[in-house]
């Protein structure tokens, strides 16, 4: 099972997950990330960095978000999607974002 990118995640696109993932499994768009199911080895290492706890594992996706399992899957295979290998600067106003998600 891989780990998943949620809702919390958009528009803020903190890259603190990328920094420590060991295989490189993230992919972004203009507005967030997701984590690539097959190239995710479940290391559980993305889970705790994230400062938004928008990832969770798949079996663990709150049930109001599951749409975010298939999300992930479908965007980075998208053509408008890169890999993410490295920590960038998040979105412009994303510390708003993580202050109304309560963070």
């Not at 780990?3 to 919390?8: H, K, L, P, R, S």
């Not at 749409?67 to 993410?84: C, G, L, P, S, Y």
Request: charged residues 30%; hydrophobic residues 35%.
């Amino acid at each position: 099972m891989a780990y998943v990118v949620t809702e919390n995640c958009k528009n803020c696109m903190f890259t603190d997950c990328v920094e420590v993932c060991p295989v490189d499994c993230f992919y972004g768009d203009s507005s967030m990330i997701y984590i690539h199911p097959d190239e995710c080895i479940d290391c559980g290492a993305c889970e705790p960095a994230c400062p938004v706890e928008a990832i969770f594992p798949e079996e663990d996706v709150p049930e109001d978000q599951e749409k975010w399992i298939e999300v992930n899957a479908e965007r980075v295979e998208a053509d408008d999607v890169e890999n993410i290998t490295e920590a960038r600067d998040p979105l412009p106003g994303a510390e708003e974002r993580k202050a109304e998600l309560g963070f």
